[in-house]
């Protein structure tokens, strides 16, 4: 709609979560790090906890891609019910069929296939993203997983990414001998108010921006409103360009954010702003 008004080759605000326009804010770099430390050095099971909309997703996305030439990632972006249902999901990875009458054998065929893996110097990582709407069972299950192991070293890496509630269920007296065996955990927060204009710069440089086109009174402003959630900051940005390009501005400016503020809902936009 926009792009040619700005001389943008693709969206720079897009939704999805492309691990291409992921900036490294201060958080992010220390929950890649921590992430990456706790399957390289085979430390069993880390959790990454974050709000809505800050880059849980996108983090994983470029954590699979880091880890691609050394490892096997068993990606899961939907949660799983029950321990036969996460079984049945790793079996089907692995291109094999589960036995519906029999969870034991799946299990030792599991084993078998990780442990072929292992003899191949290939690692597995099950990465589970959204892992706080597992059901318990499938949660209770991943002790399991985390049990298979040779003498030297576990056959399994496990990576979960959800929302605070995570860390909470993991915490309970029903999930303690799950969340015991959390090796490696870290917390992704929102952008730092002076993150937000060189993460705004970042996803404009990626879409082929080449200049500033959003002014400091703007982004400011931005950073306010949307409390550094980078959803809500990507929300804004989209709605002000457009609203700068329907009045023929070149750069967006204060009052076009003001403008897309009136506009959107007040439980979307300032939920996390106490404005």
């Known amino acids: 709609?926009?792009?040619?008004?700005f001389c943008l080759s693709e969206d720079p605000f897009?939704?999805?979560p492309d691990p291409r326009f992921l900036y490294f804010a201060h958080g992010h770099r220390e929950a890649l790090a921590s992430l990456y430390y706790s399957v390289i050095e085979g430390r069993g099971c880390a959790v990454m906890a974050g709000g809505v909309g800050v880059g849980k997703t996108a983090l994983l996305y470029h954590l699979r891609a880091?880890?691609?030439?050394?490892?096997?990632?068993?990606?899961?972006?939907?949660?799983?019910a029950d321990k036969n249902e996460l079984i049945h999901t790793l079996l089907e990875w692995f291109q094999v069929d589960a036995d519906p009458s029999s969870y034991s054998r799946n299990w030792r065929q599991l084993e078998a296939l990780l442990q072929s893996r292992r003899e191949q110097d290939r690692g597995v990582v099950l990465m589970a993203d959204e892992a706080h709407e597992f059901g318990a069972d499938a949660l209770k299950s991943l002790r399991v997983l985390l049990n298979l192991e040779t003498p030297e070293s576990k056959l399994l890496q496990i990576v979960l990414a959800g929302a605070p509630a995570l860390t909470a269920r993991l915490a309970s007296p029903e999930l303690e001998s799950v969340g015991q065996r959390v090796n490696v955990f870290c917390q992704l927060p929102p952008l730092a108010e002076a993150e937000v204009a060189p993460y705004i710069q970042h996803r404009l440089a990626v879409a082929g921006g080449s200049r500033q086109l959003f002014s400091e009174a703007a982004t400011a402003l931005i950073a306010?409103?949307?409390?550094?959630?980078?959803?809500?900051i990507n929300r804004l940005c989209y709605q002000a360009l457009s609203c700068a390009w329907l009045q023929g501005d070149r750069q967006v400016k204060e009052d076009a954010v003001w403008q897309v503020v009136q506009d959107m809902p007040l439980p979307e936009v300032f939920v996390s702003s106490g404005v």
């Open 1 to 5: 709609m926009y792009l040619e008004h």
């Open 66 to 80: 880091k880890l691609d030439e050394s490892a096997d990632v068993i990606f899961l972006s939907c949660p799983v």
């Open 224 to 232: 306010s409103i949307s409390g550094g959630v980078p959803l809500k």
């Open 14 to 16: 897009t939704l999805a």
